[in-house]
């Protein structure tokens, strides 16, 4: 073909384990707007293998350039096969970086160290891959599940067991029962709707689960109230435990304040690697059709001192991988909302929620296309975490904040690695 990829825009776009073959230029991110600026922001290509290209990747980067744009960065590229050019200035013709070798790691850009930034374009020094989260010299990757071959019959709905997914029944004693009475070669099946669940629910070390269309676990109740004794609501598997957990297409969210809950807390390791882990699995918090904290009560107030409003308090902790568990993450978005969805406002509001995502994990962890945004005390936390990699991360801070600051909702607790200030 002429050209594999062509990135007409982007803030930030990843590609993994690409094989391009037979191409006139592999990927393509060289276009300009009405003004001539790059319209790509970055891009990451990892463990890819190009055959037969003339150009692996097409670009107008100059390092007199102000700004970020067109940020590339190779990481264990092969371009060994008939590719002499492996990037290529489009303004100027001129050959880059060579090809017709493999690539371990080279990037243009801005690089930091700490506040210090330069412009950069060349090799750089190759990350470490750990064993642990490796195969065959590339990142372990695990494609989401279809069970295109699983017959319809395998699959158990929740409603088997009476849950009613209605919004305001409680449906945590059927969720439970189906996850306690699922056998080898099930798939637990949540129809669409919302499902109320008010106690810890206990996720066996070996499940599997699909949502239908994102259905909404809702978190209610009284048991998840106090920040000071926080409790854990979808609890993946027990300490020690190690099992093939498999979860995807699902929402979790909280039914109006729960400031002591710990949404999601992750136990198990996997019993292969990458073989426990979420896909398309995202947490929503306020701003939405039945949480109770949307714009009518939790509007932002900018001008005027803010003290938060209980009424507005989200969760304790959205998801946490403590240190007996790994995890495998793709495509999953940890957003407490700073605006109105459903009303007709669509103003700013004010969630007040803890923490997003908390990994102490050292058996390995991989963050494939995450995004925590507007906690409070911190989105991302790694706290005695080894063995841990991440391919894009987006986060966005707390909107209020100083109005009040970030001390004042939730109380700093060492146990869950807040700051001290």
């Given at each position: 073909?002429?050209?594999?990829?062509?990135?007409?825009?982007?803030?930030?776009?990843?590609?993994?384990?690409?094989?391009?073959?037979?191409?006139?230029?592999?990927?393509?991110?060289?276009?300009?707007?009405?003004?001539?600026?790059?319209?790509?922001?970055?891009?990451?290509?990892?463990?890819?293998?190009?055959?037969?290209?003339?150009?692996?990747?097409?670009?107008?980067?100059?390092?007199?350039?102000?700004?970020?744009?067109?940020?590339?960065?190779?990481?264990?590229?092969?371009?060994?096969?008939?590719?002499?050019?492996?990037?290529?200035?489009?303004?100027?013709?001129?050959?880059?970086?060579?090809?017709?070798?493999?690539?371990?790691?080279?990037?243009?850009?801005?690089?930091?160290?700490?506040?210090?930034?330069?412009?950069?374009?060349?090799?750089?020094?190759?990350?470490?891959?750990?064993?642990?989260?490796?195969?065959?010299?590339?990142?372990?990757?695990?494609?989401?599940?279809?069970?295109?071959?699983?017959?319809?019959?395998?699959?158990?709905?929740?409603?088997?067991?009476?849950?009613k997914g209605d919004g305001s029944t409680d449906d945590t004693a059927a969720i439970q029962a189906v996850f306690n009475s699922v056998s080898s070669g099930q798939i637990v099946y949540f129809d669409h709707g919302a499902y109320v669940i008010t106690d810890t629910i206990k996720?066996?070390?070996?499940?599997?689960?699909?949502?239908?269309?994102?259905?909404?676990?809702?978190?209610?109740?009284?048991?998840?109230?106090?920040?000071?004794?926080?409790?854990?609501?979808?609890?993946?598997?027990?300490?020690?435990?190690?099992?093939?957990?498999?979860?995807?297409?699902?929402?979790?969210?909280?039914?109006?304040?729960?400031?002591?809950?710990?949404?999601?807390?992750?136990?198990?390791?996997?019993?292969?690697?990458?073989?426990?882990?979420?896909?398309?699995?995202?947490?929503?918090?306020?701003?939405?059709?039945?949480?109770?904290?949307?714009?009518?009560?939790?509007?932002?107030?900018?001008?005027?001192?803010?003290?938060?409003?209980?009424?507005?308090?989200?969760?304790?902790?959205?998801?946490?991988?403590t240190s007996s568990g790994s995890i495998y993450m793709e495509n999953t978005w940890l957003w407490v909302a700073d605006h109105e969805l459903d009303l007709a406002d669509h103003s700013q509001i004010n969630i007040y929620n803890g923490r997003g995502l908390l990994v102490e994990?050292?058996?390995?962890?991989?963050?494939?296309?995450?995004?925590?945004?507007?906690?409070?005390?911190?989105?991302?936390?790694?706290?005695?975490?080894?063995?841990?990699?991440?391919?894009?991360?987006?986060?966005?801070?707390?909107?209020?904040?100083?109005?009040?600051?970030?001390?004042?909702?939730?109380?700093?607790?060492?146990?869950?690695?807040?700051?001290?200030?």
């Amino acid at each position: 073909c002429q050209t594999a990829v062509y990135m007409n825009w982007n803030w930030l776009w990843s590609f993994h384990g690409l094989t391009i073959n037979n191409a006139n230029v592999g990927i393509d991110m060289s276009a300009l707007d009405g003004n001539g600026n790059q319209n790509v922001g970055s891009i990451l290509l990892a463990d890819s293998k190009l055959n037969n290209v003339k150009v692996g990747v097409l670009t107008n980067y100059n390092v007199n350039q102000n700004g970020t744009a067109g940020t590339l960065i190779l990481d264990n590229v092969d371009a060994t096969n008939n590719t002499p050019v492996m990037v290529k200035n489009a303004r100027s013709g001129a050959t880059i970086l060579n090809g017709n070798a493999n690539i371990a790691s080279w990037s243009q850009g801005r690089a930091y160290t700490n506040s210090n930034g330069k412009a950069v374009q060349g090799t750089r020094a190759a990350v470490s891959k750990p064993a642990a989260l490796t195969s065959g010299g590339k990142f372990a990757t695990h494609t989401r599940p279809q069970y295109e071959t699983v017959p319809a019959s395998s699959f158990v709905s929740v409603k088997s067991k009476g849950a009613k997914g209605d919004g305001s029944t409680d449906d945590t004693a059927a969720i439970q029962a189906v996850f306690n009475s699922v056998s080898s070669g099930q798939i637990v099946y949540f129809d669409h709707g919302a499902y109320v669940i008010t106690d810890t629910i206990k996720v066996p070390k070996n499940i599997k689960i699909v949502g239908e269309v994102w259905p909404l676990i809702m978190v209610g109740g009284s048991k998840f109230k106090d920040q000071n004794n926080p409790q854990p609501v979808w609890q993946v598997g027990q300490p020690g435990d190690v099992g093939t957990v498999e979860i995807q297409d699902l929402i979790f969210e909280t039914l109006g304040p729960q400031p002591g809950a710990i949404i999601m807390e992750w136990n198990v390791a996997g019993a292969s690697q990458a073989g426990a882990g979420l896909w398309d699995v995202h947490f929503r918090i306020g701003g939405t059709a039945g949480t109770q904290m949307q714009s009518d009560r939790c509007v932002k107030t900018p001008t005027v001192t803010t003290n938060p409003n209980p009424s507005c308090f989200g969760a304790f902790l959205l998801v946490h991988v403590t240190s007996s568990g790994s995890i495998y993450m793709e495509n999953t978005w940890l957003w407490v909302a700073d605006h109105e969805l459903d009303l007709a406002d669509h103003s700013q509001i004010n969630i007040y929620n803890g923490r997003g995502l908390l990994v102490e994990s050292t058996k390995g962890t991989w963050l494939w296309g995450t995004a925590s945004e507007h906690n409070v005390l911190y989105n991302y936390a790694f706290n005695n975490a080894q063995n841990v990699y991440s391919n894009i991360l987006q986060t966005e801070t707390a909107y209020m904040q100083g109005n009040p600051d970030a001390r004042v909702p939730y109380t700093s607790q060492s146990k869950y690695a807040d700051p001290d200030w």
